[in-house]
């Protein structure tokens, strides 16, 4: 079955600095990987997605995602952060449930807090 | 186009009953997913609906149903509700135009607290 790994459970940043999130995930084929943002209380926001293509893709809010095939990773990039991008960020991937087999359904990582110092 | 909402918002419901919760879709979209969310684990599938039919199903107990109406509106029932059902219930949908559910819009959540 499909995994996805987020390794960094908080990470803290002073607003203007650039962001790195990471996210790792482990399927045979090829997937559909999402990043998604949560604020506390609140539901989950796309912010980017990957299904082929162009490996850089662009989403909203100056965040942006490579796909490195290689080293089965999508990370999540941002130059320059702001206070408002405190929140919970989620990464996930689309694949079958089963190896080879059954439905698709949609895998989520643990998430990353971040915080921004001021 | 309106968002994906979900009724109620706060639930508060004690041991041993049962609670039903709705999401209305975006308009045009025929797939609708179902996920709980808990500090400890996280975010976990419970089903996807597809056409008034459950495509895919999470590895929940019985107790977690649900449907889907000809609208597309979607309803999760719990039954028997226990302790660790407490969480923010989400519900996407999906205009599901392949047989791979593609990009899902979140709903704001019900958040339950059993007691």
């Given at each position: 079955?499909?995994?996805?790994?987020?390794?960094?459970?908080?990470?803290?940043?002073?607003?203007?600095?650039?962001?790195?999130?990471?996210?790792?995930?482990?399927?045979?084929?090829t997937?559909?990987?999402?990043?998604?943002?949560?604020?506390?209380?609140?539901?989950?926001?796309?912010?980017?997605?990957?299904?082929s293509?162009?490996?850089?893709?662009?989403?909203?809010?100056?965040?942006?995602?490579?796909?490195?095939?290689?080293?089965?990773?999508?990370?999540?990039?941002?130059?320059?952060?702001?206070?408002?991008?405190?929140?919970?960020?989620?990464?996930?991937?689309?694949?079958?449930?089963?190896?080879?087999?059954?439905?698709?359904?949609?895998?989520?990582?643990?998430?990353?807090?971040?915080?921004?110092?001021? | 186009?309106?968002?994906?909402?979900?009724?109620?918002?706060?639930?508060?419901?004690?041991?041993?009953?049962?609670?039903?919760?709705?999401?209305?879709?975006?308009?045009?979209?025929?797939?609708?997913?179902?996920?709980?969310?808990?500090?400890?684990?996280?975010?976990?599938?419970?089903?996807?609906?597809?056409s008034?039919?459950?495509?895919?199903?999470?590895?929940?107990?019985?107790?977690?149903?649900?449907?889907?109406?000809?609208?597309?509106?979607?309803?999760?029932?719990?039954?028997?509700?226990?302790?660790?059902?407490?969480a923010?219930?989400?519900?996407?949908?999906?205009?599901?135009?392949?047989?791979?559910?593609?990009?899902?819009?979140?709903?704001?959540?019900?958040?339950?607290l059993?007691?």
């Open positions: 079955a499909q995994s996805v790994t987020q390794p960094d459970i908080h990470i803290t940043v002073s607003e203007g600095a650039s962001l790195e999130l990471r996210c790792n995930y482990s399927y045979g084929a997937p559909y990987l999402f990043w998604y943002v949560q604020s506390p209380g609140q539901g989950l926001q796309l912010l980017l997605k990957y299904f293509g162009d490996t850089l893709v662009q989403g909203i809010k100056g965040f942006e995602a490579e796909f490195k095939r290689s080293q089965s990773s999508f990370n999540l990039r941002k130059p320059s952060v702001h206070w408002s991008d405190a929140a919970e960020y989620f990464c996930a991937v689309n694949a079958r449930a089963y190896s080879g087999a059954g439905s698709y359904q949609l895998t989520f990582g643990k998430g990353t807090k971040l915080s921004v110092i001021p | 186009k309106a968002g994906v909402t979900q009724t109620p918002r706060y639930l508060i419901k004690t041991r041993g009953q049962q609670v039903t919760l709705s999401c209305s879709p975006i308009s045009g979209h025929r797939s609708v997913s179902w996920y709980q969310q808990t500090p400890g684990q996280g975010l976990q599938f419970l089903f996807e609906y597809f008034e039919t459950q495509r895919n199903k999470g590895n929940f107990p019985g107790r977690f149903s649900g449907r889907q109406f000809s609208n597309s509106r979607s309803e999760m029932n719990v039954s028997t509700l226990e302790l660790g059902d407490s923010l219930y989400l519900c996407a949908s999906s205009p599901r135009t392949s047989g791979r559910v593609e990009t899902q819009y979140f709903g704001p959540g019900t958040r339950l059993v007691l």
